[in-house]
C-alpha cells in the first residue's frame, strides 16, 4: 500500500476545501504525515491537526487466502497549551463527560506531556479512500478546536474546576427559553 500516495490524494482533497496542508517526514522512519492548519486562537497559537495512514493487520473475518488490507487513518487535533499538574485530574473528569456528550468522541489528555488532543481513527478497505468522511471528520475536529479550546484552556490553568464549569453550565441552560 503507497501510504505517499494516499496522503497525496487526502491533501489534494483538502487544499480543494481552502485549507492550508503539507507532508511531513517522520524523523525516525520513511513514514509520512499530513498537518492542516487550522488557524490560530484567541492568543494567536498555531492549531493543528495531524493525519497519519498505517496498515492495520488484514481483516481476521475475510475469508479464503486472500484477506484485504485495512488502511488506518488517525487524525491528531492538537490543542496549544498545556495542563498544569495540579489540574490534570479536573480536566480528566471534564474530558470524561465530554466524551459523553458528543456523537464522535476522541477527546484524550495525555499523562506524559500533559497536552490534550482530540484523535480519532479511521479504518478504510485497502486504497479506498472516504475523501467525504476524511472531510468531515476534519471540519468536525476544528469545530472541537474552536468550540472547546478556551474552557479546556481555562480548566488546564486551574481558573475552573470541573464543578465549577458544570455549575456555569446550568446557570446558562437555565437562560434559556423552554420551547414548547
Known sequence: M???KILLAVKE????????????????SQQKNLLIYTG???????????IKVQTKETNPLSKGPKREELACFQFDAF???????LSLEEVAQFLHFLNLQVEIPGFYLNHLDNTILYRYVLLSEGERIPY??????VGMAMLFQDVFSQTLERLAMGKVSFCG???EVQ?????????K
Open 2 to 4: 503507497d501510504y505517499d
Open 13 to 28: 482533497e483538502i487544499v480543494k476545501e481552502g485549507l492550508d496542508c503539507m507532508m511531513q517526514s517522520l524523523e525516525d
Open 40 to 50: 490560530e486562537d484567541p492568543a494567536h497559537r498555531m492549531r493543528l491537526i495531524q
Open 79 to 85: 490543542f496549544p497549551f498545556t495542563v498544569e499538574d
Open 132 to 137: 467525504k468522511t476524511i472531510l468531515a471528520l
Open 165 to 167: 464549569l458544570m455549575e
Open 171 to 179: 446557570e446558562t441552560l437555565l437562560k434559556v427559553p423552554d420551547r
